[in-house]
């Protein structure tokens, strides 16, 4: 820890950071979707700031967030929701009372909501309070996303796949922010896969199937989830 570039959470410790927030609160109903959102689906905090409710759309099965419009206005077509991070999703906007606009309100004092979203200051804020109150010194919100890439690919996520999770149009970019090497290592190498699950990603010329597989809720196992097909 303490490292500003390559800096990310064990299992463990994006657990504890996760946990954090109370769930008897409004407020930590909300700073428990945050997390969520920042650690199962690898948002960046400006993303996760602008986030509209109406991005949040079902896939077949899953929920899944559609066109996000990342960093340098690229699209992400299609970003799988993880079922646990739906449920905090869920939680949060059930208890606020949100059924339009941004995803996250900021919250006052007296325990309501108030304003029409969040900046990328209070991401912020509530990723730093959360990380002290776990003990974790000099996090930040990306390193939440750096995060996500590495736990997938501990749990079996392929390299290209987590490329495509993160949007990134580079796979040495992918490799970067987390470390990871950047030679292909095909599934069957690892125990945790499946072939049989996959992500449908719009590219250049067409669809490309990807397998795609969720870090579980206690961050350590891989949660195979069903086809997903763009639009």
Request: proline letters at 4%.
């Amino acid at each position: 820890m303490g490292v500003r570039l390559g800096n990310w959470l064990t299992a463990e410790q994006a657990r504890k950071l996760w946990q954090v927030p109370d769930p008897a609160t409004l407020k930590g109903k909300r700073d428990r979707a945050l997390l969520a959102i920042l650690l199962g689906c690898g948002l960046r905090r400006r993303e996760a700031a602008e986030l509209d409710v109406a991005r949040l759309q079902r896939r077949e099965d899953h929920l899944a967030i559609v066109d996000l419009i990342g960093k340098g206005r690229h699209i992400r077509t299609t970003v799988p929701v993880p079922e646990w991070v739906k449920a905090a999703i869920d939680s949060w906007l059930a208890c606020a009372g949100i059924s339009d606009g941004r995803l996250f309100r900021c919250v006052c004092r007296a325990g309501k909501t108030w304003g029409d979203g969040v900046t990328e200051r209070v991401v912020w804020h509530a990723v730093k309070d959360c990380a002290k109150q776990a003990g974790i010194q000099k996090l930040a919100p990306h390193d939440l996303r750096r995060t996500c890439a590495r736990l997938c690919h501990l749990a079996g996520g392929e390299l290209e796949q987590i490329q495509f999770l993160l949007g990134h149009v580079s796979v040495q970019t992918t490799g970067n922010i987390s470390r990871l090497p950047t030679t292909p290592t095909r599934c069957s190498q690892r125990s945790n896969c499946h072939r049989t699950a996959a992500l449908s990603v719009r590219r250049p010329g067409g669809l490309t199937t990807w397998p795609y597989h969720a870090v579980s809720a206690d961050l350590t196992r891989v949660e195979v989830l069903a086809p997903s097909h763009v639009r």
